[in-house]
Nanobody, 122 residues
Framework: QVQLVESGGGLVQTGGSLRLSCAASGRTFTTYGMGWFRQAPGKEREFVAGISWSRSTYYADSVKGRFTISRDNAKNTVYLQMNTLKSEGTAVYYC????????????????WGQGTQVTVSS
């Protein structure tokens, strides 16, 4: 069992930056693929970024070049650095873990956090 707790959300102006953190419980964190997803009001949840156990990274086209996912296995934590935020970045951001270790957009994510709200104001 893995428990995920996100933090770092908040209100930011267009063009600003935020860093989200996701703290994971469990001794097998290093073998999990990790992902960040988001869900805007009235829209379906979408993949944002993922990182494999070997630190391969994957990004949605909409965030490439602006967002960076990373992991610190010593701290059982995955991060999402978000730069040059746009108004369409307003959403609840969720951290997810998948036992296969791949962290790809279509990986079967097994565990989800409760989400953290990010609001980008113009």
């Amino acid at each position: 069992q893995v428990q995920l707790v996100e933090s770092g959300g908040g209100l930011v102006q267009t063009g600003g930056s935020l860093r989200l953190s996701c703290a994971a419980s469990g001794r097998t964190f290093t073998t999990y693929g990790m992902g960040w997803f988001r869900q805007a009001p009235g829209k379906e949840r979408e993949f944002v970024a993922g990182i494999s156990w070997s630190r391969s990274t994957y990004y949605a086209d909409s965030v490439k070049g602006r967002f960076t996912i990373s992991r610190d296995n010593a701290k059982n934590t995955v991060y999402l650095q978000m730069n040059t935020l746009k108004s369409e970045g307003t959403a609840v951001y969720y951290c997810a873990a998948e036992a296969g270790g791949w962290g790809q957009p279509d990986s079967p994510y097994d565990y989800w956090g409760q989400g953290t709200q990010v609001t980008v104001s113009s």
